[in-house]
């Protein structure tokens, strides 16, 4: 299966689409990326957010 952003988002879909290709709850996946993007100043997580958006492709579904 490959990584792509999910019809089940919030705001892009990267945190579903990282979840669907875990195998893992889309819920979970957030909580972890908030808790590491408050952890590390929350500047770089949101940079990275921000490149997840443009460079993942979207579902074909």
Do not use: D, E, K, Q
Request: aromatic share 12%; with cysteine; hydrophobic share 55%.
């Amino acid at each position: 299966m490959a990584l792509h952003r999910s019809n089940n988002r919030w705001l892009a879909g990267v945190c579903g689409g990282i979840a669907s290709w875990l195998g893992w709850s889309p819920t979970l996946v957030r909580l972890l990326y908030i808790i590491i993007s408050v952890a590390s100043a929350a500047f770089p997580g949101i940079i990275v957010y921000v490149i997840l958006w443009v460079i993942m492709p979207r579902s074909r579904g």
